[in-house]
């Protein structure tokens, strides 16, 4: 072979090499990307996973499937962060107690808040107090039960969020979109009812926070609010642009949510039930409140307003 023709064969084969060691690299590196979110959506499923003590709920006949896209309700729980509580072995009280009917087949979720103040049975307590106890003294399988005895709707599922987590979460998605319901301000944060505003961690916070202040709507209001943040929230991480954050997201996720949903039921979520928040209604429960005997404030649900709430979630339950 002559020199000429060697170094010809050489040149011309160079580049082909090249792009297949960078092809090889970039495929390495998909794989390595693949088994990295593989291994942390595992770490943090397990991590975040608190099954109820139960197969079902006991309103059901039949448990809900989630892989044919039943329609399925979920009790959505924010708990404080109190630090002195939690030594002195208390539990978790539940500012925000909310409940979701979720059909994918009508896209459309039905959203009721019930306020923390509630009296009502504690199911396995055996007293009737505020049902933002029932956290405190039995975790969500308690919870769960008096939120069913007090609605008479069969809660499928649950999820529990520390309000500090979803502050950061908020923070790690570059915020959400809201329009205020009201016009306020509160801790250093003024809103105009009917104005579309961006919302940061802290914003968010004093957004869903405020009650007393004037204009903020008291109990009522508040309820409102952490409606449209936990819908923004939602739009916002169901969104392709949350990907980007994925890894901030799972180590929030780890550290502040749990649920009885498994990993496989998350996923079922994701690929189910997308459509079903193009229709979101809110609702909240009417009724009246006084200062009681024990010198406590306590809220009233009237029968009108459990009924037809009722009837709103079981509706869109088929």
């Known amino acids: 072979m002559k020199r000429s023709d060697y170094y010809g064969q050489k040149k011309s084969g160079g580049p082909g090499k090249v792009l297949l060691w960078i092809v090889g690299i970039i495929v390495l590196a ?5 088994l990295y979110i593989g291994y942390k959506v595992f770490a943090v499923g397990g991590s975040i996973q608190d099954p109820l003590n139960r197969d079902k709920s006991s309103l059901r006949s039949d448990k809900v499937d989630l892989g044919k896209g039943d329609p399925f309700t979920i009790a959505l729980f924010g708990v404080d962060s109190d630090a002195k509580r939690s030594a002195n072995g208390g539990g978790q009280r539940t500012d925000t107690i909310m409940v979701l009917s979720i059909n994918p087949e009508k896209k459309t979720t039905e959203i009721l808040s019930i306020p923390r103040d509630t009296k009502a049975e504690i199911v396995g307590k055996d007293s009737t107090e505020k049902i933002n106890h029932a956290y405190a003294y039995g975790g969500p399988d308690m919870a769960v039960k008096s939120l069913e005895k007090l ?6 599922h649950y ?3 520390d309000m500090d987590g979803m502050k950061d979460m908020i923070d790690t998605v570059g915020g959400i979109d809201v329009v205020s319901n009201a016009t306020f301000s509160y801790d250093g944060q003024s809103f105009t009812k009917g104005e579309k505003t961006h919302l940061d961690g802290k914003q968010a916070m004093a957004f869903i926070r405020s009650r007393k202040e004037q ?7 508040r309820q409102e609010r952490q409606q ?6 939602a739009n916002k991480l169901s969104s392709v642009s949350s990907l980007t954050h994925f890894n901030s997201l799972m180590n929030h996720a780890k550290e502040n949510v749990k649920t009885d949903l498994s990993l496989g039921d998350l996923n079922k979520v994701r690929s189910h039930y997308k459509g079903a928040n193009e229709t979101v209604h809110r609702h909240q429960l009417e009724g009246s409140g006084g200062i009681e005997d024990d010198g406590l404030y306590y809220f009233h649900p009237s029968d009108g307003s459990l009924q037809e709430n009722s009837q709103a979630i079981t509706s869109n339950l088929n």
């Open 30 to 34: 998909l794989i390595l990307f693949a």
């Open 151 to 156: 609605l008479n709707v069969p809660i499928d």
């Open 159 to 161: 999820a529990t969020i």
């Open 215 to 221: 204009g903020a709507g008291g109990d009522f209001g």
């Open 228 to 233: 449209l943040v936990i819908q923004g929230l």
